[in-house]
């Protein structure tokens, strides 16, 4: 389906982005020290680039694993039913667990991907999301870790796609249509 034209303006630049998640691993490095092992659990397919780069500043014994809920689609409105298209691999029964996710907007699929995965009975069950759209969320749920609060804007970039293009940008940008 074609789309409308539109630009792709920098929001958060790779830099920026990369000392965050040095930060953000630093504080998970504290909290789940002594961990015999943290089973990383990335939320396909927008925190595939998230996830490669922090586990790469995590001083901490790790497995990784993903797992795949519905999300926009093709579209750029939230699905209020999340569904389960792609189970994790491994178990994580009595493991310690970080769930991964890209962005958290109304928050329906994080809150149901931990509950989901709680019904699995994880030692610890901890959440990051890199982005986080605190005006749009419809559910009570806060990750334990979020990266960066950004506005009610549509973005692309580092993972995150529109129409699953532009997940290769290194940067996160917004998108802006050019005509209307
Ligand atoms: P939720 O509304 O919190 O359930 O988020 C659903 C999914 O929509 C997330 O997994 C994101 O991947 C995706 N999403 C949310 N906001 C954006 C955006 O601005 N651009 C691209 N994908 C988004
Ligand atoms: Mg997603």
């Known amino acids: 389906m074609p789309h409308k034209p539109y630009v792709i303006d920098q929001m ?4 920026s982005i990369a000392a965050k998640i040095e930060d953000l691993a630093t504080k998970i ?7 015999d092992k943290l089973v990383v659990v990335g939320l396909l397919r927008g925190s595939f680039v998230f996830i490669a780069d922090l586990v790469r500043e995590l001083e901490l014994p790790v ?29 994580i029964e009595n493991r310690d667990v970080l769930i991964v996710e890209d962005i958290i907007d109304t928050g329906h699929t994080l809150a149901h ?23 749009r969320r419809e559910v009570d ?38 005509e209307d």
Not at 12 to 15: G, H, Q
Not at 68 to 89: H, N, P, T
Not at 146 to 174: C, H, M, S, T, W
């Open 141 to 178: 749920y806060k990750p334990d870790y979020i990266g960066f609060e950004i506005p009610d804007e549509f973005v692309v970039g580092y993972g995150i796609d529109f129409a699953q293009r532009n997940r290769n940008l290194p940067y996160i940008g917004k998108v802006r249509f050019t």
């Open 12 to 15: 958060i630049s790779a830099k």
């Open 29 to 35: 490095e504290v909290d789940f020290a002594g961990t």
């Open 113 to 135: 991907v931990a509950d989901f995965l709680k019904s699995k009975n994880p030692a610890r069950l901890k959440s990051i999301a890199l982005l986080d759209k605190p005006a």
């Open 63 to 91: 497995e990784v694993d993903f797992l795949e809920a519905s999300s926009y689609g093709d579209a750029m409105e939230s699905s209020r039913e999340v569904r389960i298209f792609k189970d994790l691999r491994g178990t």
